[in-house]
Nanobody, 124 residues
Framework: VQLQASGGGLVQAGGSLRLSCAAS???????????MGWFRQAPGAEREFVAG????????YYPDSMKGRFTISRDSAKNMVYLQINTLSPKDTAIYYC???????????????WGQGTLVTVSS
């Protein structure tokens, strides 16, 4: 499974971004049975979990620190997952990674598949 994240860029504080992640695989492999999610890593910081969504989109979950401004969604027919980020602040500056897990319901601490990341830079 290959994951290609996009949608990052430079944005002013208070703005919004929508990150996208396209999943693809050989021989028609899809992620329709996989939980998907997003992590991020800020400069000099540990990688942290941002959001997760179950295989059918029926369950979404966020760490307490991410609740309210982040919304994850997916379009399984298109093998896409999205992350809407509102009211961005400089603290959101990070590389955002799309992930897929072998678990269909939750993102485990060590997801099986990682994308290359997309950089989000928030200016004050």
């Amino acid at each position: 499974v290959q994951l290609q994240a996009s949608g990052g860029g430079l944005v002013q504080a208070g703005g919004s971004l929508r990150l996208s992640c396209a999943a693809s695989g050989r021989t028609g492999r899809t992620v329709s049975n996989n939980a998907m999610g997003w992590f991020r890593q800020a400069p000099g910081a540990e990688r942290e979990f941002v959001a997760g969504i179950s295989w059918n989109g029926g369950n979404t979950y966020y760490p307490d620190s991410m609740k309210g401004r982040f919304t994850i969604s997916r379009d399984s027919a298109k093998n896409m997952v999205y992350l809407q980020i509102n009211t961005l602040s400089p603290k959101d500056t990070a590389i955002y990674y799309c992930v897929a897990d072998r678990n269909p319901m939750v993102i485990t601490p060590t997801p099986a598949y990682w994308g290359q990341g997309t950089l989000v830079t928030v200016s004050s």
